[in-house]
């Protein structure tokens, strides 16, 4: 996919790759139109069309255009209901016959299908045309997971909410769960309710308030976590649960909002953050990717060299969750290839992402399909798109391939 600088169209460019071989180029937006980056494909599953989307989720309008390979192209349909809005999306359900799903968050809207014949180029679709209704999340959803909580939910007392008093119930909960974890779970989800004198906060609120007042109980909040990662995968197996345990809200791992203050509170923290990462379902819990990883970036920024580190190994995350980026990679989806050209040179830069790319490998928990060899070609097609990046690419082919992995 890409943009033809004489005209300033779109196109997608089809190809095979046993042989390698172009097919076809699909014109997508023709015509000096203002546009945004082509971030994600999806094809119908008889792959005679297929679905684009434009734009990231900081562009605050995302859009979507049918293409069939006979050349036809449907109007750039937009949403109404979340103009202005910088929501992350993602296509659903592209195979119904009669309307194509379309997923905001925890939300879905529809394209009718004979829309896509309308000969306009483009159509803004309103908030009583789009058929909204609420998603049902990957894991356990708010309301079951709430009544199934009401009957016992664990309870942690603060006598106050001073740091003192806040880390010493941490400083329990902590305990807890380093020797009985599974005394704490209802299913497959871990929901707290913090009792701060005599009222009643929720998981999130109660970390939300942490992060909000700066409350100094960092170190804390960090040997919660970390005794949670230590604990958590054995659990996982003997319970036979599917890669992760759920949080309090739809959509959210055990222990994100206490994971989200401390990135707040410390923005090295990123450490721990890795590991959360790594430890997690990533076809289906998407929070960490979006919302804490987009509110992380959006008030720390990209620092220092163990910070692009991170965004290094971030991308590879991504990758490993099986998600596509078609916007120019997932080096570029946070800024950080930009960043990287501000504050390390090329030679430095090809280190840092061989040294992430090593360890990567030699993480057996990480499960990845992957193997090293693919893994480097992905970023390397993201360092192609700018001329810093080709200048670590150069750097990079100093060094010799690494082994075959596994595929």
């Known amino acids: 996919m890409g943009d033809d600088p004489r005209h300033r169209a779109q196109a997608v460019e089809l190809w095979t790759t046993e042989p390698v071989a172009h097919v076809a180029t699909l014109v997508a937006r023709p015509g000096p139109v203002p546009h945004r980056a082509m971030t994600e494909v999806a094809w119908e599953p008889d792959e005679r069309a297929l679905w684009v989307k434009y734009g990231f989720f900081w562009d605050q309008n995302t859009e979507f255009q049918r293409i069939g390979l006979d050349g036809a192209r449907s109007p750039v349909f937009a949403f109404g209901r979340y103009a202005g809005a910088k929501a992350v999306s993602t296509f659903g359900d592209v195979a119904d016959a009669e309307r194509v799903e379309i997923r905001f968050y925890s939300d879905a809207v529809f394209i009718p299908r004979p829309w896509c014949a309308d000969p306009g180029p483009a159509r803004l679709i309103a908030q009583d045309e789009d058929g909204y209704r609420p998603l049902a999340s990957a894991g356990p959803s708010a309301s079951a997971v709430g009544r199934f909580l009401a009957r016992s939910l664990p309870v942690v007392t603060v006598a106050d909410f001073s740091a003192a008093a806040i880390a010493e119930s941490l400083g329990w909960l902590t305990g807890q769960i380093r020797t009985d974890l599974a005394a704490l779970l209802r299913s497959d989800a871990l929901a707290l309710t913090f009792r701060v004198g005599r009222k009643a906060l929720t998981e999130p609120a109660f970390f939300a308030r942490i992060a909000r007042e700066r409350i100094a109980v960092a170190p804390v909040l960090r040997e919660l976590l970390t005794t949670y990662l230590e604990v958590q995968p054995a659990l996982v197996a003997a319970n036979n649960l599917y890669r992760q345990i759920w949080g309090p809200e739809d959509d959210q791992g055990a222990l994100a909002p206490a994971m989200q203050a401390l990135l707040h509170l410390d923005p090295a923290a990123h450490d721990v953050f890795r590991d959360y990462l790594a430890q997690r379902d990533g076809e289906h819990e998407h929070y960490s990717t979006?919302?804490?990883?987009?509110?992380?970036?959006?008030?720390?920024?990209?620092?220092?060299?163990?910070?692009?580190?991170?965004?290094?190994?971030?991308?590879?995350?991504?990758?490993?969750?099986?998600?596509?980026?078609?916007?120019?990679?997932?080096?570029?989806?946070?800024?950080?290839?930009?960043?990287?050209?501000?504050?390390?040179?090329?030679?430095?830069?090809?280190?840092?992402?061989?040294?992430?790319?090593?360890?990567?490998?030699?993480?057996?928990?990480?499960?990845?399909?992957?193997?090293?060899?693919?893994?480097?070609?992905?970023?390397?097609?993201?360092?192609?798109?700018?001329?810093?990046?080709?200048?670590?690419?150069?750097?990079?082919?100093?060094?010799?391939?690494?082994?075959?992995g596994p595929t």
Request: aromatic content about 8%; hydrophobic content about 45%; some cysteine.
């Open 290 to 404: 979006t919302v804490m990883m987009q509110t992380y970036i959006a008030a720390t920024g990209w620092r220092d060299r163990a910070m692009i580190g991170f965004g290094v190994y971030f991308a590879l995350i991504r990758y490993r969750d099986g998600v596509i980026s078609l916007g120019g990679g997932f080096l570029e989806e946070h800024g950080v290839l930009d960043a990287a050209e501000g504050l390390l040179d090329p030679a430095d830069f090809a280190v840092l992402i061989r040294e992430e790319l090593d360890g990567f490998a030699a993480r057996p928990d990480l499960d990845c399909r992957l193997g090293p060899d693919a893994l480097s070609r992905e970023l390397r097609a993201s360092l192609a798109t700018t001329a810093y990046g080709r200048r670590v690419l150069a750097a990079l082919a100093d060094r010799p391939a690494a082994p075959p």
